[in-house]
Protein backbone atom coordinates (compact mmCIF):
# COMPACT_ATOMS: atom_id res chain seq x y z
CA UNK A 1 0.00 0.00 0.00
CA UNK A 2 2.54 2.24 0.63
CA UNK A 3 4.22 1.66 -2.59
CA UNK A 4 1.25 3.30 -3.97
CA UNK A 5 1.39 5.95 -1.75
CA UNK A 6 -1.88 4.54 0.78
CA UNK A 7 -1.88 4.60 4.32
CA UNK A 8 -3.51 1.97 6.44
CA UNK A 9 -5.75 4.39 8.65
CA UNK A 10 -6.47 1.43 11.00
CA UNK A 11 -4.84 0.16 14.05
CA UNK A 12 -5.49 -3.16 15.03
CA UNK A 13 -8.83 -4.47 13.29
CA UNK A 14 -8.74 -5.37 9.29
CA UNK A 15 -11.82 -3.08 7.99
CA UNK A 16 -12.90 -5.83 6.10
CA UNK A 17 -16.79 -4.36 6.27
CA UNK A 18 -15.53 -1.06 5.30
CA UNK A 19 -13.11 -2.35 2.91
CA UNK A 20 -14.62 -0.46 0.18
CA UNK A 21 -14.74 2.84 2.34
CA UNK A 22 -10.81 2.35 3.21
CA UNK A 23 -9.88 1.83 -0.06
CA UNK A 24 -11.46 4.48 -1.43
CA UNK A 25 -10.16 6.92 1.52
CA UNK A 26 -6.56 5.69 0.65
CA UNK A 27 -7.30 6.44 -3.09
CA UNK A 28 -6.81 2.43 -4.29
CA UNK A 29 -9.15 -0.05 -5.41
CA UNK A 30 -8.48 -3.49 -6.24
CA UNK A 31 -8.56 -5.63 -9.41
CA UNK A 32 -8.83 -9.25 -10.24
CA UNK A 33 -11.07 -10.20 -6.67
CA UNK A 34 -12.39 -13.84 -7.28
CA UNK A 35 -16.21 -12.48 -6.61
CA UNK A 36 -16.74 -15.83 -8.02
CA UNK A 37 -15.12 -17.53 -5.52
CA UNK A 38 -15.14 -16.13 -2.28
CA UNK A 39 -17.29 -13.01 -0.46
CA UNK A 40 -16.87 -9.62 -1.17
CA UNK A 41 -16.41 -7.78 2.14
CA UNK A 42 -19.86 -6.52 3.72
CA UNK A 43 -21.55 -9.14 1.96
CA UNK A 44 -23.04 -12.71 4.26
CA UNK A 45 -23.29 -16.18 2.91
CA UNK A 46 -27.02 -15.49 3.44
CA UNK A 47 -29.63 -13.00 5.06
CA UNK A 48 -29.69 -13.98 8.73
CA UNK A 49 -26.42 -13.81 9.09
CA UNK A 50 -25.44 -10.83 10.64
CA UNK A 51 -21.59 -11.09 11.06
CA UNK A 52 -20.13 -9.61 7.58
CA UNK A 53 -16.65 -9.09 8.76
CA UNK A 54 -13.76 -11.08 7.17
CA UNK A 55 -14.71 -14.17 9.92
CA UNK A 56 -17.96 -15.20 7.89
CA UNK A 57 -15.33 -16.47 4.91
CA UNK A 58 -14.75 -20.09 4.54
CA UNK A 59 -11.42 -21.66 4.82
CA UNK A 60 -11.92 -22.06 0.63
CA UNK A 61 -12.76 -18.65 0.35
CA UNK A 62 -10.06 -17.44 2.39
CA UNK A 63 -7.92 -19.84 0.06
CA UNK A 64 -9.20 -18.53 -2.92
CA UNK A 65 -8.08 -14.59 -1.66
CA UNK A 66 -4.12 -15.89 -0.74
CA UNK A 67 -3.95 -18.11 -4.06
CA UNK A 68 -5.09 -14.68 -5.99
CA UNK A 69 -2.22 -12.59 -4.89
CA UNK A 70 0.04 -14.85 -4.79
CA UNK A 71 -0.39 -15.67 -8.52
CA UNK A 72 -1.12 -12.00 -9.18
CA UNK A 73 -4.50 -12.12 -10.49
CA UNK A 74 -5.70 -10.13 -7.63
CA UNK A 75 -3.90 -6.66 -7.47
CA UNK A 76 -4.09 -3.04 -5.48
CA UNK A 77 -3.98 -0.16 -7.35
CA UNK A 78 -3.70 3.72 -7.48
CA UNK A 79 -6.98 5.40 -8.65
CA UNK A 80 -6.40 7.54 -11.29
CA UNK A 81 -6.58 10.80 -10.21
CA UNK A 82 -9.49 11.50 -12.62
CA UNK A 83 -11.80 8.91 -11.60
CA UNK A 84 -11.31 9.75 -7.99
CA UNK A 85 -14.50 11.52 -7.79
CA UNK A 86 -16.56 8.95 -10.09
CA UNK A 87 -15.01 6.21 -7.40
CA UNK A 88 -15.85 8.69 -4.40
CA UNK A 89 -19.81 9.01 -5.84
CA UNK A 90 -20.12 5.24 -6.06
CA UNK A 91 -20.10 5.69 -10.25
CA UNK A 92 -16.77 3.61 -10.71
CA UNK A 93 -16.27 0.34 -8.88
CA UNK A 94 -13.80 0.21 -6.22
CA UNK A 95 -13.64 -3.20 -6.25
CA UNK A 96 -13.39 -5.37 -9.59
CA UNK A 97 -13.86 -9.01 -9.50
CA UNK A 98 -11.54 -11.06 -12.18
CA UNK A 99 -13.54 -12.69 -15.72
CA UNK A 100 -15.57 -15.41 -13.98
CA UNK A 101 -15.51 -18.67 -15.58
CA UNK A 102 -17.91 -19.85 -18.87
CA UNK A 103 -20.62 -21.58 -16.13
CA UNK A 104 -20.40 -18.76 -14.30
CA UNK A 105 -24.33 -17.35 -13.62
CA UNK A 106 -24.33 -13.62 -14.46
CA UNK A 107 -22.73 -12.24 -17.92
CA UNK A 108 -19.66 -10.50 -15.52
CA UNK A 109 -17.50 -10.36 -12.96
CA UNK A 110 -19.11 -8.69 -9.28
CA UNK A 111 -18.34 -4.91 -8.71
CA UNK A 112 -18.41 -3.35 -5.49
CA UNK A 113 -19.04 0.68 -5.04
CA UNK A 114 -17.79 2.85 -1.87
CA UNK A 115 -21.88 2.52 -1.12
CA UNK A 116 -21.54 -1.03 -1.24
CA UNK A 117 -23.97 -1.56 -4.13
CA UNK A 118 -22.25 -4.03 -5.86
CA UNK A 119 -23.65 -5.36 -9.70
CA UNK A 120 -22.26 -8.00 -12.46
CA UNK A 121 -20.44 -5.53 -15.17
CA UNK A 122 -17.29 -6.06 -14.38
CA UNK A 123 -15.22 -8.12 -16.95
CA UNK A 124 -17.09 -10.45 -19.31
CA UNK A 125 -17.16 -14.45 -18.04
CA UNK A 126 -15.04 -16.43 -19.78
CA UNK A 127 -15.86 -18.19 -22.81
CA UNK A 128 -16.36 -21.83 -22.82
CA UNK A 129 -13.00 -23.84 -24.03
CA UNK A 130 -13.57 -26.19 -26.89
CA UNK A 131 -11.25 -28.70 -25.01
CA UNK A 132 -14.15 -28.86 -22.17
CA UNK A 133 -16.64 -29.16 -24.98
CA UNK A 134 -15.97 -31.43 -26.77
CA UNK A 135 -17.42 -34.68 -26.99
CA UNK A 136 -15.75 -38.14 -26.68
CA UNK A 137 -16.85 -40.36 -29.55
Partial sequence: LAQLGGKCAWDRNFPWKGMSSALADANLCI???????????????????KNKGIGALTQKEIAALVDALKVGTMQVAKVDKTHRAAVMASERPVITGI???????????QRLFVNGDTNYHGPARLKPSNAATKVKK
Fill in 31 to 49: KGYPAHKCLLPGEAHNENS
Fill in 99 to 109: APPAEWAHDGA
